[in-house]
DNA sequence: GATGAATGAGCGTTCATTCAT
DNA sequence: TATGAATGAACGCTCATTCAT
């Protein structure tokens, strides 16, 4: 039981590094078995099948961000503020599970995808939305598709972990900062 | 004669569309062979092996696209001039070419890229760089790591990109202008 | 256990039999696996390649071989005595190991056989070209390289195992007898 | 019509040769056509497939041979004369026919040679096989089976061809002579 | 429950053969 | 007649999946 779940989860730990660091085709189950040190046969002991592991991994790691961004949320204060709570989120997200966002980012549209995992993507993607929409109504963020805008916070802070994770600029909090204002000013209206 | 020419032809545009859409890894020379409406054997008439066909792809987009950006380059003109001739060029790179920006994007650190594929995307790089540091030495970009904010752009630009293929969003005149002033703003100091 | 140890054998078996009767190219995989009963993967868990396997195959018996021979070597024996006892090495492997001596002849220079097998093949011919050197010494063999005259008694044997396993003619004692003079005949001086 | 018979006659002399040296399996129709200075396609005119290639190659020198044997028999010379002129045919055609003889003795037991080309190589042992029985009947030859008596000579003799072929020996008058003798010894009887 | 040996479908690739030119 | 581009069957090999232990 507690072994099984120990199991189970280094199951998931091994395959998220793996399909992280090098996709979901180019990984193999003995390579993930190998790594959680089980046998082979064992990881078709909790997961139906490769397909079955990769969607089960991506839901568990959207919905946990998803909470991570949801979690105390600060909707009575600054649309500013706001921002800075989702930004933060990602960066927390992405320091307490070093490759589920990356995973996340470069197998959201994956052929793969069942559609549990596509829905629980797009509630990831309404949380964001609802946040600019809601700007966009007081003027505060441009009048350009919430998708479209999510797209540049999505894509420019992952292309810049993607960076970090490869050893290319180090992590710095000035940088982080820097970063975070640079998709405000990305984001908001400057009348 | 014309008709090699067009099977080449034909390879590359399949080879492309699957790259781009499922990956180099998910991509097989079946699939490829079938949508090229040539015998699986003929891709190998006309390159080595896939590795080879897939950074003779790479090779020539990066290329091509390097030209497009550095074109009637307007050296002499402002710095958001500059911006903008970038910017247009990816602009219109990616409607004259439809997956070749993604696929760039997404195999640009892949494992079976050769070193002339490597150098070729570092000049494409450096052209970006360039751009960058002389702005920061104007004080007009941010002071960020070059690497950062193109990462900033490109990755923006290319889930952007990425929403416009999928047909979740159209890309107007309007649109692609307001996403342009977002990078910009993403980028430039405001002082 | 016991089953892993019979299936490599099975494969090392149906290997040697088709490499002998077919040769090297001619023989597929899928051709050893069905004779074998196992399906073609499971030759690849016992044997990295199809050319690790015929090296496996060639050494094994090269060193068998060479071990027949040289076991209870009669060195203070006559001459004659000596070829006897080589001879009947050649006679006695051949009977145990139907198509050893055969696949061995028809593959020891093959392009495929690495450095282990091409020194284990050395090994063999050593014994045999020491034999004849002292005989030649003693002006007993004949004033021909050794390397002819292994020929002729290899080739000689060996030409004759072909027709007995081909059911042409009866491995009977007599004709052994005769054939083993003939030889003889051929590799000594006749003062 | 004269380039015909040439293209025909540089195919034949260029598949020979691969045939020879690498073995019908690894040997490529492209190789040959190269090699003889052809298309492809061009030897689909002169030969319906591969095996009818090689089929008519070994019909064509195993004939050749056996003319050359045949040729200026001397029937009322004594056996050993005999002898000598089989033993000479041998050594002019393969200094004729560089490769031939070893095609022959490398290919005459293959899977994919048809039943004239058997019946052709039936009629050359047959050859060697009167001769012999001939000898046996006024016990000059050893009462072995004719056609161990031909394994050993062509064995030897071809063996040590091919020796002289990898250059690991060289092909003197006297070298000749004395295997001429080895073989004649290991035929004939010693009363 | 856990394992890893065994499997065979399907991969990338080669090459005998065909056929439009 | 001669060609070589094109084909696809079949190769060697990998790996997701199964199942006897």
Redesign the interface.
């Known amino acids: 039981m507690s072994t099984s779940v120990n199991k189970r989860e280094n199951i998931l730990q091994s395959a998220l590094a793996f399909f992280a660091e ?5 990984t193999t189950i003995p390579m993930i078995a190998n790594d959680a040190k089980v046998g082979a046969g064992t990881i078709y002991r909790y997961f139906e099948n490769k397909e079955v592991l990769v969607n089960t991994l991506f839901q568990h790691y959207v919905e946990l961000f998803t909470n991570t961004l949801v979690e105390e949320y600060p909707s009575d204060h600054s649309l500013r503020d706001q921002f800075h709570h989702l930004f933060q989120g990602m960066v927390r997200f992405t320091n307490e599970h070093e490759h589920a966002l990356y995973f996340i980012k ?1 197998h959201n ?1 994956a ?1 793969f995808l069942d559609e549990t995992s596509r829905k629980q993507f797009e509630k990831l993607l309404a949380i964001l939305r609802n946040f600019l929409d809601q700007g966009r109504e007081e003027e505060k963020i ?4 919430s ?14 972990h ?2 970090i994770r ?1 050893g ?2 180090e992590a710095s909090e000035e ?1 982080l900062e ?2 975070e ?3 405000w ?3 908001r209206t ?1 009348k």
């Open positions: 090098r996709g979901f085709d180019a470069t549209a052929y441009r009048d350009l598709p998708t479209a805008l999510i797209a540049i916070i999505f894509g420019g802070f992952l292309e810049l993607k960076l490869a290319e600029i940088l820097g970063v204002e640079s998709c000013d990305a984001v400057h």
